[in-house]
């Protein structure tokens, strides 16, 4: 079993910037991809980036896309989410997801596609 664990999470005026990070652990190495996903209250979860830890292929949600940044570390041990530009529309709990199995290489950023959750962190942005 992978086990998942996000810090970085905090309390932003909007224009501000976060920095999510992932820590992966117990057998990491068989990750194929890894994902951050959000839900804000009443919403449905959103996909919001993956990355392939095969070739770094990146996967971004429309609502992030040039604003929003997910890459890995040198171990492939650990993701990260630079968050730029940031709005208070972003607000939302942030979780890290991965999938051992490859299923994100049809739908990257659907829940369905990732068996591995970390236990989120939250991202406040006010106006």
């Known amino acids: 079993q992978v086990t998942l664990v996000e810090s970085g999470g905090g309390s932003v005026q909007a224009g501000g910037s976060l920095r999510l990070s992932c820590s992966a652990s117990g057998y990491a190495r068989s990750i194929k991809f890894m994902s951050w996903f959000r839900q804000a209250p009443g919403k449905e979860r959103e996909g919001v980036a993956t990355?392939?830890?095969?070739?770094?292929?990146?996967y971004y949600a429309d609502s992030v896309k040039g604003r929003f940044t997910v890459s890995l570390d040198n171990g492939k041990n650990s993701v990260h989410l630079q968050m730029n530009s940031l709005e208070p529309e972003d607000t939302a709990m942030y979780y890290c997801?991965?999938?051992?199995?490859?299923?994100?290489?049809?739908?990257?950023?659907?829940?369905?596609?990732?068996?591995?959750w970390g236990q989120g962190t939250q991202v406040t942005v006010s106006s």
């Open positions: 990355i392939s830890s095969s070739d770094g292929s990146t």
């Open positions: 997801a991965a999938d051992r199995y490859g299923r994100a290489t049809y739908d990257p950023l659907t829940p369905l596609a990732f068996n591995s």
